[in-house]
């Protein structure tokens, strides 16, 4: 288990194929995924295939990473940093399961991720998309620092781009 980061009461690590579970069950609550744009997964055993060829770790050398509780280890969702070859742009985002909701774990990783980007990255941005109407994750990420750049149309739905500079 490779640890990227932590937190006063998180640590972030690389994925592992014991997550696919954890994904499909993510996945399949359809308020977790309601601004997402994702499908839910078919199987654990789609999901295990996802983490499987997750390939962000070795071609950019970050990802998105399991975010657990340093008390119990428990999976709680994923946070980290997305690498958009096309544009040039590294994107803070988390997902978390809904009983995880409201107890500051998705700010407390994201600043953990944003703190890792900026300290050991050497990143001089990092990004935010956010759906319109998703005003929770909204507030995770103006509590983060990030500051709103403009609102534009993105896989055919609203969405607000945030950034923070180093």
């Not at 962000?56 to 940093?81: H, I, P, T």
Request: hydrophobic letters at 35%; proline letters at 2%.
């Amino acid at each position: 288990m490779k640890i990227i980061t932590s937190s006063s009461r998180l640590f972030l690590r690389e994925f592992s194929i014991e997550d696919g579970v954890y994904f499909f069950n993510l996945n399949k609550d359809p308020e977790v995924i309601k601004y997402t744009g994702d499908p839910a997964f078919k199987s654990v055993s789609e999901a295990e295939l996802f983490i499987k060829d997750y390939s962000a770790y070795k071609d950019y050398g970050y990802g998105r990473w399991a975010v657990c509780l340093k008390e119990s280890q428990e999976f709680l969702g994923f946070c980290g940093l997305k690498y958009y070859p096309k544009d040039k742009i590294t994107e803070i985002g988390f997902r978390f399961f809904k009983d995880q909701w409201n107890k500051g774990y998705a700010t407390e990783s994201s600043l953990a991720c944003i703190n890792y980007g900026f300290s050991e990255l050497k990143l001089k941005e990092i990004y935010a998309q956010v759906h319109k109407e998703n005003y929770a994750s909204q507030r995770v990420i103006e509590k983060c620092g990030l500051h709103f750049v403009k609102e534009f149309i993105y896989h055919n739905e609203a969405t607000n781009l945030y950034r923070i500079n180093n």
